[in-house]
């Protein structure tokens, strides 16, 4: 089966420009993921879709982030207007749900944002 | 503010020796325990999860959690150069998935085999 897809894999903008990251997740998973690494720090939580509904985006960092997941299948992340401190990669996974009690999440390579 | 702390290495470990991988974590709440390994400039891939106290074996790779020390780790038998990666430690709060929470993660640590 496909894995976790993400597009594009290197995106370089000037701050103050706009970037939008998309993630294409395993067919047939339900939940979506978008999580964050910035340089030096841990992966840190972003938002969970399930399907077409956002149901947790405590961790988004401020309004400059819009996700959106239409129609239940790939997912976009748009970043405007884009700061210095948005630099980082920007992972995207899935799952079908759970499994033995433990939701098992499937990663994508992530895009790495570079913001100048 | 939960927390999930790793010794961020490199740890050395010479080929065919035992890598032991050590994470804790700060939230009493948390219900699954995961370990994923990274390449570089890859995804990160599970490895092994576990929610109960004790030992779980696949293959070369055992996870271990003690839960009133709120310490989970990772052990490598056989260390292979191939084995050479971040290892990422992640605790979720809630025993099933697909609610509200996401992971969280600790930085990972650097494991080195020398061949």
């Known amino acids: 089966e496909a894995g976790v897809t993400q597009f594009p894999s290197h995106s370089v903008i000037e701050k103050g420009q706009t970037v939008t990251l998309r993630c294409d997740p395993i067919?047939?998973?339900?939940?979506l993921y978008w999580y964050r690494r910035v340089m030096g720090k841990e992966i840190k939580f972003l938002l969970h879709?399930?399907?077409?509904?956002?149901?947790?985006e405590s961790g988004m960092p401020n309004n400059r982030f819009l996700a959106e997941r239409t129609g239940g299948t790939y997912s976009t992340l748009k970043v405007q207007p884009a700061e210095l401190e948005d630099s980082g990669v920007y992972f995207c996974?899935?799952?079908?749900?759970?499994?033995?009690?433990?939701?098992?999440?499937?990663f994508g390579a992530g895009s790495r944002l570079t913001v100048l | 503010q939960k927390e999930v702390e790793q010794n961020s290495g490199p740890l050395s470990v010479p080929e065919g020796a035992i890598a032991s991988l050590n994470c804790t974590y700060s939230?009493?709440?948390?219900?699954?325990f995961f370990w994923y390994r990274q390449y570089s400039g890859k995804s990160p891939e599970l490895i092994m999860f576990?929610?109960?106290?004790g030992d779980k074996e696949d293959g070369r790779f055992t996870a271990q959690l003690n839960k009133a020390s709120q310490y989970v780790s990772l052990l490598i038998r056989d260390s292979q150069p191939s084995d050479s990666a971040t290892y990422l430690c992640?605790?979720?709060?809630?025993?099933?998935?697909?609610?509200?929470?996401?992971?969280?993660f600790g930085k990972g640590t650097h494991l080195i085999i020398q061949p």
């Open positions: 996974a899935s799952s079908q749900g759970t499994k033995f009690g433990a939701n098992v999440l499937t």
């Open positions: 067919s047939g998973h339900d939940n």
């Open positions: 879709f399930v399907k077409e509904s956002k149901q947790d």
């Open positions: 939230d009493r709440g948390s219900q699954s």
């Open positions: 576990i929610y109960s106290n």
């Open positions: 992640a605790v979720k709060d809630k025993y099933s998935g697909g609610g509200a929470d996401g992971l969280t």
